[in-house]
Protein backbone atom coordinates (compact mmCIF):
# COMPACT_ATOMS: atom_id res chain seq x y z
CA UNK A 1 0.00 0.00 0.00
CA UNK A 2 2.78 2.27 0.71
CA UNK A 3 4.39 1.77 -1.88
CA UNK A 4 1.60 1.80 -3.95
CA UNK A 5 0.99 5.20 -1.90
CA UNK A 6 4.80 6.55 -3.28
CA UNK A 7 4.10 5.88 -7.16
CA UNK A 8 1.26 7.72 -6.90
CA UNK A 9 2.59 10.75 -5.27
CA UNK A 10 5.79 10.93 -7.64
CA UNK A 11 3.84 9.80 -10.82
CA UNK A 12 2.05 13.30 -9.53
CA UNK A 13 5.05 15.00 -8.67
CA UNK A 14 6.72 14.23 -12.00
CA UNK A 15 2.89 15.25 -13.62
CA UNK A 16 3.27 18.47 -11.93
CA UNK A 17 6.75 19.03 -12.65
CA UNK A 18 6.18 18.37 -16.29
CA UNK A 19 2.95 21.05 -15.96
CA UNK A 20 5.54 23.36 -14.34
CA UNK A 21 8.28 22.96 -17.28
CA UNK A 22 5.56 23.19 -19.78
CA UNK A 23 3.93 26.03 -18.28
CA UNK A 24 7.42 27.62 -17.80
CA UNK A 25 9.52 27.10 -20.27
CA UNK A 26 7.53 25.18 -23.15
CA UNK A 27 8.57 23.43 -26.46
CA UNK A 28 9.66 23.62 -29.22
CA UNK A 29 7.24 21.34 -32.57
CA UNK A 30 6.50 21.57 -35.83
CA UNK A 31 3.39 19.77 -35.01
CA UNK A 32 0.97 22.14 -35.59
CA UNK A 33 2.00 24.09 -38.00
CA UNK A 34 -0.33 22.21 -40.65
CA UNK A 35 -3.17 23.16 -38.67
CA UNK A 36 -2.33 26.38 -38.42
CA UNK A 37 -1.85 26.44 -42.31
CA UNK A 38 -4.77 24.78 -42.91
CA UNK A 39 -7.03 26.83 -40.62
CA UNK A 40 -5.33 30.28 -42.43
CA UNK A 41 -6.67 28.66 -45.72
CA UNK A 42 -10.18 28.69 -44.06
CA UNK A 43 -10.63 32.33 -44.95
CA UNK A 44 -8.79 32.68 -48.33
CA UNK A 45 -7.59 29.33 -50.09
CA UNK A 46 -4.99 31.68 -51.81
CA UNK A 47 -3.81 32.54 -48.14
CA UNK A 48 -0.34 30.99 -47.55
CA UNK A 49 2.17 30.81 -44.51
CA UNK A 50 5.81 29.75 -43.73
CA UNK A 51 6.01 28.50 -40.44
CA UNK A 52 9.19 27.91 -38.90
CA UNK A 53 9.03 25.78 -35.46
CA UNK A 54 6.56 26.43 -32.78
CA UNK A 55 7.03 27.31 -29.15
CA UNK A 56 4.12 25.66 -27.05
CA UNK A 57 3.75 26.54 -23.41
CA UNK A 58 1.38 25.44 -21.53
CA UNK A 59 -1.58 27.08 -19.99
CA UNK A 60 -3.61 25.11 -17.02
CA UNK A 61 -5.86 28.34 -15.77
CA UNK A 62 -7.51 28.38 -19.11
CA UNK A 63 -6.87 24.75 -20.30
CA UNK A 64 -5.13 25.64 -23.31
CA UNK A 65 -1.59 25.96 -24.98
CA UNK A 66 0.08 29.50 -25.67
CA UNK A 67 1.64 28.58 -29.49
CA UNK A 68 4.01 31.26 -30.49
CA UNK A 69 6.28 31.57 -33.86
CA UNK A 70 8.80 34.30 -34.89
CA UNK A 71 10.11 34.99 -38.45
CA UNK A 72 6.95 33.52 -40.26
CA UNK A 73 6.37 34.79 -44.27
CA UNK A 74 2.40 35.58 -45.02
CA UNK A 75 1.86 34.95 -48.84
CA UNK A 76 -0.68 35.28 -51.10
CA UNK A 77 0.13 35.18 -55.32
CA UNK A 78 3.71 35.32 -55.29
CA UNK A 79 3.00 38.43 -52.90
CA UNK A 80 4.45 38.15 -49.60
CA UNK A 81 4.66 40.03 -46.17
CA UNK A 82 7.36 39.51 -42.89
CA UNK A 83 5.85 38.52 -39.80
CA UNK A 84 7.96 39.28 -36.60
CA UNK A 85 5.98 36.70 -34.60
CA UNK A 86 2.85 34.93 -34.71
CA UNK A 87 0.98 33.59 -31.30
CA UNK A 88 -2.00 31.72 -30.79
CA UNK A 89 -3.90 30.02 -28.21
CA UNK A 90 -5.22 26.49 -28.45
CA UNK A 91 -7.59 24.45 -26.60
CA UNK A 92 -6.65 21.86 -24.82
CA UNK A 93 -10.25 19.97 -25.14
CA UNK A 94 -10.53 20.62 -28.64
CA UNK A 95 -7.34 18.55 -29.08
CA UNK A 96 -8.44 15.40 -26.81
CA UNK A 97 -11.93 15.32 -28.69
CA UNK A 98 -9.17 14.73 -31.57
CA UNK A 99 -9.94 18.26 -32.98
CA UNK A 100 -7.82 21.43 -33.94
CA UNK A 101 -9.26 24.77 -32.42
CA UNK A 102 -7.80 28.07 -32.06
CA UNK A 103 -9.17 30.85 -29.93
CA UNK A 104 -6.79 33.52 -30.90
CA UNK A 105 -4.23 34.96 -33.13
CA UNK A 106 -2.05 37.32 -32.46
CA UNK A 107 0.29 38.79 -35.25
CA UNK A 108 2.98 41.28 -35.46
CA UNK A 109 4.23 42.32 -38.33
CA UNK A 110 7.72 43.59 -39.14
CA UNK A 111 8.47 46.59 -41.09
CA UNK A 112 6.67 46.27 -44.21
CA UNK A 113 7.10 48.52 -47.43
CA UNK A 114 3.67 49.90 -47.72
CA UNK A 115 3.45 49.65 -51.44
CA UNK A 116 4.08 46.02 -50.52
CA UNK A 117 1.60 46.00 -48.20
CA UNK A 118 -1.18 46.92 -50.92
CA UNK A 119 -0.19 44.91 -53.55
CA UNK A 120 -0.28 42.07 -50.95
CA UNK A 121 -3.84 43.57 -49.51
CA UNK A 122 -4.94 43.74 -53.60
CA UNK A 123 -3.98 39.96 -54.26
CA UNK A 124 -6.71 39.20 -51.86
CA UNK A 125 -9.26 41.54 -53.10
CA UNK A 126 -9.10 43.76 -56.31
CA UNK A 127 -11.17 46.42 -55.18
CA UNK A 128 -10.86 50.04 -57.15
CA UNK A 129 -10.65 51.41 -52.98
CA UNK A 130 -7.26 49.42 -53.32
CA UNK A 131 -6.01 50.51 -57.10
CA UNK A 132 -7.08 54.15 -56.05
CA UNK A 133 -4.27 53.89 -53.05
CA UNK A 134 -1.82 51.98 -54.89
CA UNK A 135 -1.60 55.02 -57.48
CA UNK A 136 -1.90 57.28 -54.64
CA UNK A 137 0.65 55.80 -51.68
CA UNK A 138 4.31 56.63 -53.06
CA UNK A 139 6.39 55.48 -50.08
CA UNK A 140 5.87 54.65 -46.48
CA UNK A 141 6.50 51.90 -44.20
CA UNK A 142 4.03 49.74 -41.57
CA UNK A 143 4.55 48.15 -38.50
CA UNK A 144 1.31 46.60 -36.79
CA UNK A 145 -0.02 44.55 -34.22
CA UNK A 146 -3.28 42.05 -34.61
CA UNK A 147 -5.20 40.24 -32.44
CA UNK A 148 -8.01 38.29 -33.09
CA UNK A 149 -10.47 35.97 -31.01
CA UNK A 150 -12.38 32.67 -32.76
CA UNK A 151 -16.03 31.51 -31.76
CA UNK A 152 -16.67 27.52 -31.34
CA UNK A 153 -17.11 27.44 -35.13
CA UNK A 154 -13.82 28.92 -35.83
CA UNK A 155 -15.18 32.68 -37.55
CA UNK A 156 -13.56 35.88 -36.12
CA UNK A 157 -15.14 36.95 -33.32
CA UNK A 158 -16.26 41.07 -33.91
CA UNK A 159 -13.89 42.10 -31.02
CA UNK A 160 -10.76 42.41 -33.23
CA UNK A 161 -8.21 44.76 -32.92
CA UNK A 162 -5.07 46.05 -34.82
CA UNK A 163 -2.62 48.73 -33.72
CA UNK A 164 0.66 50.02 -34.99
CA UNK A 165 2.20 53.06 -37.12
CA UNK A 166 2.66 54.15 -40.49
CA UNK A 167 6.62 56.17 -40.84
CA UNK A 168 7.44 58.39 -43.58
CA UNK A 169 4.53 57.92 -46.26
CA UNK A 170 4.23 59.97 -49.01
CA UNK A 171 1.12 60.20 -51.35
CA UNK A 172 0.48 62.18 -54.77
CA UNK A 173 -2.63 63.78 -55.97
CA UNK A 174 -2.49 64.83 -59.69
CA UNK A 175 1.11 66.21 -59.30
CA UNK A 176 -0.65 69.00 -57.56
CA UNK A 177 -0.88 67.68 -54.13
CA UNK A 178 1.78 66.20 -51.95
CA UNK A 179 1.91 64.91 -48.90
CA UNK A 180 5.20 63.27 -47.32
CA UNK A 181 6.58 63.13 -43.87
CA UNK A 182 3.12 61.51 -43.18
CA UNK A 183 3.41 59.38 -39.33
CA UNK A 184 0.91 58.63 -37.07
CA UNK A 185 -0.30 55.34 -34.98
CA UNK A 186 -3.53 53.89 -35.55
CA UNK A 187 -5.43 52.12 -33.26
CA UNK A 188 -8.80 49.26 -34.89
CA UNK A 189 -11.34 48.01 -33.39
CA UNK A 190 -14.80 46.99 -34.10
CA UNK A 191 -16.39 49.95 -37.02
CA UNK A 192 -13.54 52.12 -35.54
CA UNK A 193 -10.27 53.81 -36.86
CA UNK A 194 -8.30 55.61 -34.92
CA UNK A 195 -5.23 58.05 -36.13
CA UNK A 196 -2.84 59.65 -33.10
CA UNK A 197 0.22 61.73 -33.03
CA UNK A 198 -0.31 62.58 -36.58
CA UNK A 199 2.12 64.70 -38.48
CA UNK A 200 2.17 65.27 -42.28
CA UNK A 201 4.17 67.59 -44.93
CA UNK A 202 1.37 68.82 -47.67
CA UNK A 203 3.28 70.70 -50.72
CA UNK A 204 6.41 71.75 -47.87
CA UNK A 205 3.70 72.87 -44.70
CA UNK A 206 3.69 70.96 -41.76
CA UNK A 207 0.60 70.16 -40.09
CA UNK A 208 -0.36 68.10 -37.29
CA UNK A 209 -3.12 66.18 -35.48
CA UNK A 210 -3.52 64.69 -32.37
CA UNK A 211 -7.12 62.73 -33.42
CA UNK A 212 -8.58 61.39 -36.32
CA UNK A 213 -11.37 58.82 -36.13
CA UNK A 214 -13.10 56.66 -38.82
CA UNK A 215 -16.35 55.24 -37.90
CA UNK A 216 -18.36 52.61 -40.06
CA UNK A 217 -22.21 53.71 -39.97
CA UNK A 218 -24.56 51.94 -41.99
CA UNK A 219 -22.00 50.93 -44.69
CA UNK A 220 -20.17 54.27 -45.01
CA UNK A 221 -17.43 55.80 -42.83
CA UNK A 222 -17.87 58.79 -40.60
CA UNK A 223 -14.65 60.48 -40.28
CA UNK A 224 -13.65 63.48 -37.73
CA UNK A 225 -10.61 64.65 -36.67
CA UNK A 226 -8.64 67.85 -35.81
CA UNK A 227 -5.55 69.05 -38.14
CA UNK A 228 -3.68 72.05 -36.81
CA UNK A 229 -0.48 73.60 -37.91
CA UNK A 230 1.88 76.51 -36.83
CA UNK A 231 2.97 79.89 -38.58
CA UNK A 232 3.23 78.96 -42.70
CA UNK A 233 4.55 82.16 -44.35
CA UNK A 234 3.79 81.47 -47.91
CA UNK A 235 4.10 83.60 -51.58
CA UNK A 236 4.45 83.12 -55.07
CA UNK A 237 3.62 79.16 -56.18
CA UNK A 238 2.75 78.37 -52.37
CA UNK A 239 0.07 80.42 -52.62
CA UNK A 240 -1.82 78.00 -55.74
CA UNK A 241 -2.46 76.05 -52.93
CA UNK A 242 -5.78 78.36 -52.06
CA UNK A 243 -6.06 80.12 -54.77
CA UNK A 244 -9.64 78.43 -54.82
CA UNK A 245 -10.38 80.17 -51.79
CA UNK A 246 -9.06 84.20 -52.69
CA UNK A 247 -11.61 83.48 -55.94
CA UNK A 248 -10.61 86.80 -57.89
CA UNK A 249 -8.26 88.40 -55.60
CA UNK A 250 -4.63 88.31 -56.11
CA UNK A 251 -3.05 87.38 -52.37
CA UNK A 252 0.62 87.88 -52.69
CA UNK A 253 1.87 87.52 -49.02
CA UNK A 254 -0.16 85.29 -46.41
CA UNK A 255 1.28 84.35 -42.60
CA UNK A 256 -0.83 82.58 -40.38
CA UNK A 257 -1.55 79.54 -38.25
CA UNK A 258 -5.11 77.86 -37.61
CA UNK A 259 -7.07 75.04 -35.88
CA UNK A 260 -9.26 72.82 -37.86
CA UNK A 261 -11.97 70.75 -36.97
CA UNK A 262 -13.83 68.55 -39.21
CA UNK A 263 -16.14 65.54 -40.39
CA UNK A 264 -16.99 64.27 -43.51
CA UNK A 265 -19.08 61.12 -44.72
CA UNK A 266 -16.93 58.91 -47.14
CA UNK A 267 -18.90 55.95 -49.00
CA UNK A 268 -16.75 52.31 -49.97
CA UNK A 269 -15.95 53.82 -53.28
CA UNK A 270 -13.97 56.79 -51.53
CA UNK A 271 -16.99 59.45 -52.90
CA UNK A 272 -17.39 62.36 -49.99
CA UNK A 273 -19.80 64.11 -48.60
CA UNK A 274 -21.58 66.03 -45.60
CA UNK A 275 -18.03 68.02 -44.80
CA UNK A 276 -18.32 70.00 -42.03
CA UNK A 277 -15.09 72.11 -40.79
CA UNK A 278 -14.56 74.54 -37.95
CA UNK A 279 -11.70 76.54 -38.45
CA UNK A 280 -9.75 78.91 -36.08
CA UNK A 281 -7.45 81.00 -37.86
CA UNK A 282 -4.94 83.61 -37.13
CA UNK A 283 -4.32 85.92 -39.35
CA UNK A 284 -0.85 87.42 -38.80
CA UNK A 285 -0.65 89.04 -42.12
CA UNK A 286 -2.40 89.20 -45.82
CA UNK A 287 -1.17 91.31 -48.90
CA UNK A 288 -4.56 91.24 -51.63
CA UNK A 289 -3.59 93.44 -54.62
CA UNK A 290 -5.38 96.70 -54.83
CA UNK A 291 -7.98 96.89 -58.06
CA UNK A 292 -10.40 98.25 -56.63
CA UNK A 293 -11.93 102.35 -57.73
CA UNK A 294 -10.95 103.31 -53.91
CA UNK A 295 -8.72 106.44 -54.48
CA UNK A 296 -11.99 108.54 -54.94
CA UNK A 297 -12.76 108.00 -51.54
CA UNK A 298 -9.40 107.50 -49.68
CA UNK A 299 -6.84 109.70 -51.49
CA UNK A 300 -4.10 107.92 -49.94
CA UNK A 301 -5.19 104.24 -51.01
CA UNK A 302 -1.93 102.00 -51.61
CA UNK A 303 -1.80 99.58 -54.82
CA UNK A 304 -1.97 96.38 -52.12
CA UNK A 305 -4.53 95.67 -48.96
CA UNK A 306 -2.78 94.48 -45.76
CA UNK A 307 -4.41 92.18 -43.42
CA UNK A 308 -2.50 92.31 -40.00
CA UNK A 309 -3.52 90.18 -36.82
CA UNK A 310 -6.98 89.15 -37.70
CA UNK A 311 -8.60 86.74 -35.53
CA UNK A 312 -10.81 84.13 -38.24
CA UNK A 313 -13.52 81.59 -37.97
CA UNK A 314 -14.08 79.59 -40.91
CA UNK A 315 -17.29 77.09 -40.82
CA UNK A 316 -19.10 74.70 -42.82
CA UNK A 317 -21.77 72.73 -42.71
CA UNK A 318 -24.73 71.76 -45.08
CA UNK A 319 -23.37 73.70 -48.37
CA UNK A 320 -23.27 76.72 -45.95
CA UNK A 321 -19.64 78.57 -45.52
CA UNK A 322 -19.60 81.41 -42.86
CA UNK A 323 -16.65 83.26 -42.06
CA UNK A 324 -16.28 85.80 -39.51
CA UNK A 325 -13.51 88.18 -38.26
CA UNK A 326 -11.85 91.17 -36.76
CA UNK A 327 -8.63 92.81 -36.27
CA UNK A 328 -6.36 95.83 -38.53
CA UNK A 329 -6.99 96.97 -42.10
CA UNK A 330 -3.93 98.78 -43.91
CA UNK A 331 -5.63 100.43 -46.95
CA UNK A 332 -3.85 104.20 -47.03
CA UNK A 333 -1.06 105.61 -44.21
CA UNK A 334 -2.12 103.99 -40.99
CA UNK A 335 -4.11 101.17 -39.89
CA UNK A 336 -7.89 100.76 -39.65
CA UNK A 337 -9.88 98.60 -37.54
CA UNK A 338 -12.23 96.05 -39.38
CA UNK A 339 -14.63 93.53 -39.08
CA UNK A 340 -16.50 91.18 -41.15
CA UNK A 341 -19.09 88.40 -41.14
CA UNK A 342 -19.90 86.07 -44.66
CA UNK A 343 -22.48 83.71 -45.31
CA UNK A 344 -22.52 81.52 -48.44
CA UNK A 345 -25.03 79.65 -49.34
CA UNK A 346 -24.88 77.55 -52.79
CA UNK A 347 -24.24 80.69 -54.56
CA UNK A 348 -26.02 83.24 -52.43
CA UNK A 349 -23.68 85.48 -50.40
CA UNK A 350 -24.85 87.59 -47.35
CA UNK A 351 -22.38 90.03 -45.68
CA UNK A 352 -21.46 92.53 -43.30
CA UNK A 353 -18.91 94.51 -42.09
CA UNK A 354 -17.88 97.33 -39.89
CA UNK A 355 -14.90 99.51 -40.83
CA UNK A 356 -13.65 101.79 -37.93
CA UNK A 357 -11.18 105.33 -39.87
CA UNK A 358 -9.05 106.74 -37.45
CA UNK A 359 -5.42 108.67 -38.75
CA UNK A 360 -6.59 108.46 -41.92
CA UNK A 361 -8.46 110.18 -45.06
CA UNK A 362 -11.72 109.76 -45.97
CA UNK A 363 -13.79 112.22 -48.49
CA UNK A 364 -16.53 112.16 -51.43
CA UNK A 365 -15.92 114.54 -53.04
CA UNK A 366 -19.29 114.96 -55.23
CA UNK A 367 -21.33 115.83 -51.94
CA UNK A 368 -17.88 118.19 -50.43
CA UNK A 369 -17.57 116.18 -47.18
CA UNK A 370 -14.13 115.24 -45.97
CA UNK A 371 -13.95 113.72 -42.57
CA UNK A 372 -12.55 115.75 -39.74
CA UNK A 373 -13.06 112.89 -36.95
CA UNK A 374 -12.94 108.94 -36.67
CA UNK A 375 -15.54 107.76 -38.77
CA UNK A 376 -17.40 104.41 -38.34
CA UNK A 377 -18.73 102.86 -41.70
CA UNK A 378 -21.24 99.62 -41.45
CA UNK A 379 -22.82 97.82 -44.42
CA UNK A 380 -24.47 95.19 -45.19
CA UNK A 381 -25.63 93.37 -48.07
CA UNK A 382 -26.62 90.27 -50.20
CA UNK A 383 -26.27 88.87 -53.44
CA UNK A 384 -29.10 86.56 -54.42
CA UNK A 385 -30.02 85.08 -57.43
CA UNK A 386 -26.91 87.10 -59.38
CA UNK A 387 -29.13 90.25 -57.83
CA UNK A 388 -26.41 92.41 -55.73
CA UNK A 389 -28.07 94.44 -52.89
CA UNK A 390 -26.47 96.64 -50.21
CA UNK A 391 -28.95 96.32 -47.65
CA UNK A 392 -27.52 99.22 -45.24
CA UNK A 393 -25.00 101.40 -45.53
CA UNK A 394 -24.21 103.92 -42.39
CA UNK A 395 -21.45 106.46 -41.96
CA UNK A 396 -21.44 108.35 -38.77
CA UNK A 397 -19.03 110.95 -37.66
CA UNK A 398 -20.00 113.44 -34.79
CA UNK A 399 -23.04 114.70 -36.20
CA UNK A 400 -22.68 113.58 -40.00
CA UNK A 401 -24.59 110.70 -40.59
CA UNK A 402 -25.10 109.33 -44.41
CA UNK A 403 -27.37 106.46 -44.97
CA UNK A 404 -28.51 103.57 -47.70
CA UNK A 405 -31.32 101.54 -47.53
CA UNK A 406 -31.52 98.62 -50.02
CA UNK A 407 -29.72 99.59 -53.05
CA UNK A 408 -29.69 97.08 -55.79
CA UNK A 409 -28.03 96.42 -58.18
CA UNK A 410 -28.60 94.14 -61.83
CA UNK A 411 -26.56 92.05 -63.27
CA UNK A 412 -24.54 94.36 -65.31
CA UNK A 413 -23.88 96.29 -61.54
CA UNK A 414 -26.00 98.98 -62.45
CA UNK A 415 -28.38 100.41 -60.01
CA UNK A 416 -31.89 99.40 -60.04
CA UNK A 417 -33.25 100.35 -56.97
CA UNK A 418 -33.25 102.28 -54.03
CA UNK A 419 -35.61 102.31 -50.78
CA UNK A 420 -33.79 105.18 -49.06
CA UNK A 421 -30.82 107.61 -49.29
CA UNK A 422 -30.29 110.05 -46.02
CA UNK A 423 -27.64 112.89 -46.53
CA UNK A 424 -26.92 115.12 -42.77
CA UNK A 425 -23.77 116.22 -43.11
CA UNK A 426 -21.61 119.65 -42.72
CA UNK A 427 -19.44 120.31 -46.09
CA UNK A 428 -15.97 121.33 -46.33
CA UNK A 429 -17.60 124.64 -46.94
CA UNK A 430 -18.74 124.79 -43.09
CA UNK A 431 -22.90 124.56 -44.69
CA UNK A 432 -24.91 122.01 -43.25
CA UNK A 433 -26.66 119.32 -45.64
CA UNK A 434 -29.75 117.44 -45.42
CA UNK A 435 -32.21 115.65 -48.19
CA UNK A 436 -33.15 112.61 -48.06
CA UNK A 437 -33.96 110.56 -50.95
CA UNK A 438 -36.95 107.68 -50.56
CA UNK A 439 -38.72 105.50 -53.26
CA UNK A 440 -42.63 105.66 -52.83
CA UNK A 441 -44.53 102.56 -55.17
CA UNK A 442 -42.62 103.45 -58.50
CA UNK A 443 -41.61 107.30 -57.46
CA UNK A 444 -38.52 108.58 -56.19
CA UNK A 445 -38.83 111.94 -53.53
CA UNK A 446 -36.25 114.09 -52.76
CA UNK A 447 -36.51 116.16 -50.31
CA UNK A 448 -34.32 118.60 -47.72
CA UNK A 449 -34.10 121.78 -46.43
CA UNK A 450 -30.29 122.27 -47.98
CA UNK A 451 -28.15 120.69 -50.49
CA UNK A 452 -24.85 121.48 -52.04
CA UNK A 453 -24.51 120.52 -55.19
CA UNK A 454 -21.39 122.47 -56.15
CA UNK A 455 -18.91 119.79 -56.82
CA UNK A 456 -21.39 117.54 -58.63
CA UNK A 457 -22.03 120.57 -60.78
CA UNK A 458 -18.08 121.05 -61.58
CA UNK A 459 -18.19 117.18 -62.37
CA UNK A 460 -21.08 117.53 -64.83
CA UNK A 461 -19.76 120.52 -66.68
CA UNK A 462 -16.06 119.62 -66.57
CA UNK A 463 -15.88 116.00 -67.24
CA UNK A 464 -13.57 114.74 -69.75
CA UNK A 465 -15.48 111.09 -71.01
CA UNK A 466 -18.80 110.19 -70.59
CA UNK A 467 -20.29 109.24 -67.72
CA UNK A 468 -20.18 105.62 -66.97
CA UNK A 469 -23.89 104.04 -67.42
CA UNK A 470 -24.32 103.13 -63.70
CA UNK A 471 -27.94 103.62 -63.43
CA UNK A 472 -30.93 101.51 -65.06
CA UNK A 473 -33.89 103.26 -63.33
CA UNK A 474 -37.15 103.59 -65.26
CA UNK A 475 -39.19 105.68 -62.66
CA UNK A 476 -40.07 109.31 -61.83
CA UNK A 477 -38.23 111.58 -59.41
CA UNK A 478 -39.46 114.55 -57.75
CA UNK A 479 -37.79 117.11 -56.26
CA UNK A 480 -38.79 119.69 -53.30
CA UNK A 481 -35.30 121.26 -52.01
CA UNK A 482 -35.55 124.42 -49.67
CA UNK A 483 -32.49 125.73 -50.67
CA UNK A 484 -29.66 124.51 -52.91
CA UNK A 485 -26.00 125.69 -53.03
CA UNK A 486 -24.53 126.30 -56.81
CA UNK A 487 -21.92 127.48 -55.68
CA UNK A 488 -20.16 129.63 -52.90
CA UNK A 489 -22.14 132.57 -53.84
CA UNK A 490 -25.20 132.02 -55.32
CA UNK A 491 -27.89 129.48 -53.90
CA UNK A 492 -31.32 128.11 -55.46
CA UNK A 493 -34.05 128.71 -53.08
CA UNK A 494 -37.27 126.40 -53.80
CA UNK A 495 -36.04 124.01 -55.92
CA UNK A 496 -38.68 121.58 -57.68
CA UNK A 497 -39.15 118.75 -60.27
CA UNK A 498 -41.02 116.31 -61.86
CA UNK A 499 -38.59 114.31 -64.26
CA UNK A 500 -38.88 111.00 -65.32
CA UNK A 501 -35.43 109.04 -66.21
CA UNK A 502 -35.65 106.19 -68.33
CA UNK A 503 -32.68 104.05 -67.98
CA UNK A 504 -29.68 107.21 -67.02
CA UNK A 505 -31.86 109.84 -69.22
CA UNK A 506 -34.49 112.03 -68.53
CA UNK A 507 -36.97 111.63 -70.85
CA UNK A 508 -39.88 114.02 -69.59
CA UNK A 509 -39.76 116.70 -67.04
CA UNK A 510 -39.77 120.37 -65.30
CA UNK A 511 -37.30 121.81 -62.99
CA UNK A 512 -37.55 125.01 -61.97
CA UNK A 513 -36.03 127.20 -59.06
CA UNK A 514 -35.49 130.86 -57.90
CA UNK A 515 -31.93 132.98 -57.64
CA UNK A 516 -33.85 136.07 -56.34
CA UNK A 517 -37.25 138.00 -57.02
CA UNK A 518 -36.70 138.52 -60.49
CA UNK A 519 -34.04 135.59 -61.23
CA UNK A 520 -35.27 132.12 -62.43
CA UNK A 521 -34.27 129.02 -63.70
CA UNK A 522 -36.32 126.55 -65.61
CA UNK A 523 -35.43 123.53 -67.39
CA UNK A 524 -37.75 121.26 -69.29
CA UNK A 525 -37.37 118.15 -71.17
CA UNK A 526 -40.36 116.36 -73.65
CA UNK A 527 -39.84 113.57 -75.95
CA UNK A 528 -42.25 111.72 -78.41
CA UNK A 529 -40.51 108.88 -79.62
CA UNK A 530 -37.27 109.05 -80.92
CA UNK A 531 -37.99 113.47 -80.86
CA UNK A 532 -36.65 114.97 -77.84
CA UNK A 533 -36.52 118.56 -76.91
CA UNK A 534 -34.70 120.34 -74.23
CA UNK A 535 -34.81 123.97 -72.78
CA UNK A 536 -32.76 125.36 -70.14
CA UNK A 537 -33.17 129.18 -69.62
CA UNK A 538 -31.42 130.58 -66.47
CA UNK A 539 -31.89 134.75 -65.43
CA UNK A 540 -28.38 134.09 -63.90
CA UNK A 541 -25.85 132.68 -66.02
CA UNK A 542 -22.41 133.00 -64.20
CA UNK A 543 -22.72 129.99 -61.53
CA UNK A 544 -22.89 127.66 -65.13
CA UNK A 545 -20.86 129.73 -67.50
CA UNK A 546 -17.85 130.67 -65.43
CA UNK A 547 -17.19 126.97 -64.58
CA UNK A 548 -15.73 126.55 -68.06
CA UNK A 549 -11.88 126.70 -67.84
CA UNK A 550 -11.80 128.96 -70.83
CA UNK A 551 -13.57 131.31 -70.32
CA UNK A 552 -12.09 134.05 -67.77
CA UNK A 553 -13.45 136.96 -66.09
CA UNK A 554 -17.40 136.22 -67.22
CA UNK A 555 -20.22 138.63 -64.95
CA UNK A 556 -23.76 138.91 -64.98
CA UNK A 557 -25.62 137.29 -68.56
CA UNK A 558 -28.70 135.62 -68.90
CA UNK A 559 -28.53 131.86 -70.65
CA UNK A 560 -30.72 130.53 -73.09
CA UNK A 561 -30.68 127.08 -74.73
CA UNK A 562 -32.53 125.17 -76.85
CA UNK A 563 -31.50 121.75 -78.33
CA UNK A 564 -33.46 119.07 -80.32
CA UNK A 565 -32.69 115.12 -81.00
CA UNK A 566 -34.10 112.68 -83.03
CA UNK A 567 -31.85 109.89 -81.98
CA UNK A 568 -28.73 109.88 -83.90
CA UNK A 569 -28.19 114.11 -84.35
CA UNK A 570 -29.14 116.41 -81.74
CA UNK A 571 -29.05 120.35 -82.76
CA UNK A 572 -28.80 123.22 -80.32
CA UNK A 573 -28.92 126.79 -79.95
CA UNK A 574 -26.97 128.55 -77.16
CA UNK A 575 -27.99 132.31 -76.42
CA UNK A 576 -26.35 134.09 -73.78
CA UNK A 577 -27.59 137.86 -73.44
CA UNK A 578 -26.07 140.93 -71.71
CA UNK A 579 -22.66 139.80 -70.22
CA UNK A 580 -19.40 140.62 -69.88
CA UNK A 581 -15.89 138.93 -70.14
CA UNK A 582 -12.89 139.66 -69.81
CA UNK A 583 -10.50 136.87 -71.74
CA UNK A 584 -11.89 134.59 -73.92
CA UNK A 585 -8.66 133.96 -75.98
CA UNK A 586 -8.70 135.38 -79.36
CA UNK A 587 -12.15 135.71 -79.88
CA UNK A 588 -12.24 138.16 -77.33
CA UNK A 589 -9.03 139.80 -78.54
CA UNK A 590 -10.66 140.30 -81.91
CA UNK A 591 -13.79 141.62 -80.48
CA UNK A 592 -12.39 144.61 -78.61
CA UNK A 593 -11.82 145.85 -82.19
CA UNK A 594 -14.96 146.24 -82.76
CA UNK A 595 -15.64 149.52 -81.21
CA UNK A 596 -13.64 152.33 -78.76
CA UNK A 597 -15.99 151.70 -75.92
CA UNK A 598 -14.53 147.92 -76.40
CA UNK A 599 -11.15 149.19 -75.82
CA UNK A 600 -11.94 151.59 -73.15
CA UNK A 601 -13.60 148.67 -71.17
CA UNK A 602 -10.94 146.30 -71.63
CA UNK A 603 -8.02 148.88 -70.61
CA UNK A 604 -10.39 149.86 -67.05
CA UNK A 605 -10.26 146.24 -66.74
CA UNK A 606 -14.18 145.43 -66.82
CA UNK A 607 -14.22 143.39 -69.58
CA UNK A 608 -16.05 143.79 -72.93
CA UNK A 609 -19.84 144.08 -72.84
CA UNK A 610 -22.44 142.10 -75.63
CA UNK A 611 -25.75 142.06 -75.67
CA UNK A 612 -26.19 138.97 -76.99
CA UNK A 613 -23.80 135.86 -77.93
CA UNK A 614 -25.46 133.10 -80.18
CA UNK A 615 -23.98 129.32 -81.29
CA UNK A 616 -25.60 127.00 -83.56
CA UNK A 617 -24.28 123.76 -83.37
CA UNK A 618 -24.98 119.96 -84.01
CA UNK A 619 -23.54 116.45 -82.27
CA UNK A 620 -23.81 112.95 -83.62
CA UNK A 621 -22.46 110.58 -81.56
CA UNK A 622 -18.63 112.14 -80.86
CA UNK A 623 -18.86 115.12 -83.23
CA UNK A 624 -19.31 118.46 -82.92
CA UNK A 625 -20.23 120.86 -85.91
CA UNK A 626 -20.48 124.91 -85.30
CA UNK A 627 -22.45 125.69 -87.66
CA UNK A 628 -22.63 129.49 -87.03
CA UNK A 629 -21.78 132.28 -83.82
Known sequence: MKIVLKLLLTLFFIILMVIAYLSIFGVETKRFNNQIINKLKSFDKSLDIQLKTIKIVLDPLSFGIDAKTIGSRLISKNKSIEIESLKTKISLKALIDNQFSIENLEVSTKSIDLNDFISFARSLNQSPELYVLDKIIKKGFLIADIKLEFDTKGKIKDNYKINGFIKEGKLSFNNKYNIDKLNFTFDLEKNELVFKDTNFRLNNLNFYSNNLSVKNIENKFFVKGEIDHQKFDLDGSQLDLLKSFFGSLEAKELIFSSKNIFSFNLSKKLKMNNFEIIS??????????????????FPKVKDKIYLSNNNLEIKYKKKKLSITGDGKILLQDNDDKISYKLERKNDDLKFESVLKIDNNPLIFSLLNYEKKNDVTVNIKGSIINNQNVINSFILKEDTNFFSVKNLRFNK??????????????????????????FRKDNEYILKGSYFNIDNLLENILNKENESPNILDINNLLKVDIDKVGIDKDNNLSNLKATLFFKKQQIVRGKLEGIFSKDEKLKLTVNTNGNDKVTTLFLDRAKPIVSRYKFIKGFEEGKLDFYSSSNGKETSSTLKIYNFKLKELPGLTKVLTLASLQGIADTLSGEGIRFEEFEMNFRNKKDLMTIDEI
Not at 414 to 434: F, M, R
Request: zero cysteines.
Open 412 to 437: NNQIKKIDQLDLDYLDKDEKKNSVSL
Open 280 to 297: KIDLIKLSIINDLPLKEF
